[in-house]
């Protein structure tokens, strides 16, 4: 009986130490980083956390390569190869890719200094996929997997009609008749002048006051007042630039639907327009920040490298 008892004892102290000597593993996707959840190991399936001896074991996954991995204190975390995985490269930021019947939101990757959206693994043979990307068409192709990596290069175009709809939602500063206050901020090169300026924007009723340094002046109906006078011709000259970009902020919302959406980044928008202003080529772009359909941060850039012009416009909604 004591025989029995003594091996039971040293059965159980070796089954703890060797418990004691195991390690937590991670396995990740090669490709995207992202963690693997159901392994197989030694032709067993492991789901959820995983702690293993030190020993050498035979590792996969679905639709990864079978790899050979040496467990021990210091290699705890391994990554396997995917067989086969898809990567895209678009015109815009990529929202989700359906395959399918499933729908999968892709990882963000930089290669060579291109975004690519990637999903990993995926298995071979032919699938069809739906790529889309908010208030762009989605796109629908059919492909024929093959080991490594299956590359796309797309071109999304713009749902202009629901993106329309979409800014006659949205809440623009300097619109209606609540009071309402910005500040604006203006850097860059003019017509190969430096500019710097800062200028707060106070809304009451149909006036807006401008308080440019020591200078405080009021808009309204097109004309500027300034403390209870009109502007002379030269005060109307420098200010005339002013006035183009307070009609380019009140109209904002037809600014907008003018503008190609190029990329929508969670609550930012980008967009952008190349046109012609005196036989000279400029490129405008604004990005646009919401919260709750309120717009509360606005970036307008203006180049036009002929007259030397490269300004920045920030507006923050205060």
Not at 68 to 93: C, G, H, M, Q, W
Not at 198 to 227: A, M
Request: charge should be neutral.
């Amino acid at each position: 009986m004591k025989k029995i008892i003594l091996v039971l004892l040293i059965f159980s102290l070796l089954y703890f130490v060797g418990c004691g000597n195991s390690y937590k593993i991670n396995f990740f996707d090669e490709v995207t980083g992202k963690p693997i959840n159901t392994v197989i190991i030694d032709g067993k399936t492991f789901e959820g956390e995983l702690r293993l001896s030190p020993n050498t074991y035979k590792v996969s996954a679905n639709n990864y390569e079978e790899k050979t991995v040496s467990v021990n204190k210091d290699k705890r975390t391994f990554f396997l190869k995917p067989i086969s995985y898809l990567s895209v490269e678009a015109n815009t930021r990529i929202n989700s890719i359906k395959i399918d019947n499933t729908y999968y939101e892709p990882v963000s990757l930089i290669v060579n200094g291109r975004e690519v959206f990637v999903i990993s693994p995926v298995a071979l043979g032919k699938h069809k996929i739906v790529i889309e990307s908010k208030f762009f068409i989605p796109l629908s192709k059919e492909i024929e997997f093959k080991e490594g990596e299956n590359h796309l290069n797309v071109a999304l175009s713009v749902d202009n009609v629901t993106f329309s709809k979409f800014l006659d939602t949205v809440e623009f500063p300097l619109e209606g008749s609540s009071n309402k206050k910005i500040a604006v901020k203006i850097n860059g090169i003019a017509n190969k002048n430096p500019v710097k300026k800062e200028i707060e924007v106070e809304k009451t009723g149909d006036f807006l006051t401008f308080k440019d340094g020591n200078l405080t002046y009021s808009y309204k109906n097109g004309d500027f007042d300034i403390n209870g006078r009109k502007p002379n011709e030269e005060e109307k000259a420098i200010l005339s630039y002013s006035k183009s970009v307070i009609e380019e902020f009140l109209n904002l919302r037809s600014t907008l639907k003018s503008l190609n959406l190029k990329e929508v980044k969670d609550n930012e928008f980008i967009l952008s327009k190349t046109g012609d202003f005196e036989g000279r080529k400029i490129n405008e772009s604004i990005s646009f920040t919401l919260n709750n359909a309120k717009i509360t941060n606005i970036i307008l850039n203006i180049v036009q490298e002929q007259i030397n012009t490269n300004l920045s416009i920030e507006v923050e909604v205060k």
